[in-house]
């Protein structure tokens, strides 16, 4: 249902050539992909679509919405921008964006900034809270909203980047998963975009010309944990190409048994067969000077 040439007005303006036309097939079957792997899809269902402004949830937002309109996913889409208070948010930015592609949607303006400022001291990563903050407001929205799922744009390097931090700084083997069930039970989280390489969606968003909106809250701050472990990856996929591929796989490929977490495994339970003699054991060759 891929190779006509009909677009989802998310697209128009895209660029007319052969490279854009096999970026968008891709960015589509990867979603696609990641949606049918994890079981995203009850019919029916409302999801709330969580948009920064950044090139991973714009990218997120018009595939999700190329999907729908195929009639390859049968949810209702809510894309959400949550307003944090920023000095120098361009407020009017994604309302304006959105309103003009006819794309649902609700603004919604919280003041987390002022509390990230007030609680976290000088120097120290704001991140934390800032993402704990926003993903309860988030949850809230979507219960008045009668959605189901929360949408996030986080892709396959987000999922890499956070493994490796959690196994550098956390001590654990834990990463973010494509699809999970809030701590109150009653919303799913999805990342559409678990297959999804950064670099497509850096590459989609300016192919059209998205109005970016940068972090000025952490992505102003230096030394960051993220942003030591993306240079870590950068350096060994400029000497290895395809390594982040690589490592994404044997992320899907975990065996319990060849870690060491006795909770994931029975090795305690562990057994073996008692040894039967064979005939050679009970009657073993007599050597030369054994008599």
Known sequence: MLDDEAIHPLFHGAPATDDFRKLRKRLVRDVRAAIDTYGMVQR????????????????????????????LLPVDLLACNLDQGQPGFPATVLP????????????????????????VPAGQTMCALCSRLRRGNLYRIAREEGCSAVVLGHHRDDILETFFMNLFH?????????????????????????????????????????????????????????????????????????????MFRALMNARPSHLLDPALFDFAGLAIRPHEPTAIDENPPQLAGEN
């Open 170 to 246: 956390g001590g654990r083997l834990a990463t973010m998963p494509p699809k999970l069930v809030n701590e109150e039970g009653d919303l799913f989280l999805y990342r559409p975009l678990a297959f999804v390489a950064e670099a497509d969606c850096a590459a989609f968003a300016s192919a059209m010309n998205y109005p970016i909106i940068p972090c000025d809250l952490c992505g102003s701050q230096d030394g960051l944990q993220r942003q030591q472990v993306k240079a870590i990856l950068d350096g060994w996929e400029a000497r290895s190409p395809g390594r982040r591929q690589v």
């Open 96 to 119: 304006e964006f959105l309103a003009s592609r006819g794309v649902p949607h609700r603004i919604e303006y919280q003041d987390t900034y002022s509390i990230v400022m007030d609680k």
């Open 44 to 71: 029916g269902a409302r999801w709330l679509v969580c948009l920064s402004g950044g090139k991973d949830s714009y990218t997120l937002l018009a595939v999700l919405h190329e999907l729908k309109w195929r009639g």
